[in-house]
Nanobody
Framework: QVQLVESGGGLVQTGDSLRLSCAAS????????MGWFRQTPGKEREWVAA????????YYANSVKGRFTISKDNAKGTVYLQMNSLQPEDTAVYYC?????????????????WGQGTHVTVSS
């Protein structure tokens, strides 16, 4: 059974940084590729960042490229999202998710396991 638990969200000011964590239990990293999404009330879920299946490549949405970095620690079973130069438009609930091989990294429907989300609020 795969379980994903996000943490690290909070209230920050414009320009600040946060690091989100996603602790994974079960055969996650050996069976799935990981990604991060975010969602604001009234808006569609937005893909943010992802690993390729081999984890040799990382992918980012244009809105966060150059500011956010996805990484992981296999020994700890944890995926991270380092967020720098945060802007008010980054305010959202952030979710980590896991997808099986051979699926599209930016499509929410590719992901079969999701965490409960962690809130990030960036004040101006």
């Amino acid at each position: 059974q795969v379980q994903l638990v996000e943490s690290g969200g909070g209230l920050v000011q414009t320009g600040d940084s946060l690091r989100l964590s996603c602790a994974a239990s079960g055969p996650t990293f050996s069976s799935y590729a990981m990604g991060w999404f975010r969602q604001t009330p009234g808006k569609e879920r937005e893909w943010v960042a992802a690993f390729s299946w081999s984890t040799t490549n990382t992918y980012y949405a244009n809105s966060v490229k150059g500011r956010f970095t996805i990484s992981k620690d296999n020994a700890k079973g944890t995926v991270y999202l380092q967020m720098n130069s945060l802007q008010p438009e980054d305010t959202a609930v952030y979710y980590c998710a896991a997808r099986p091989p051979g699926t599209v990294y930016y499509a929410g429907d590719s992901y079969v396991h999701w965490g409960q989300g962690t809130h990030v609020t960036v004040s101006s």
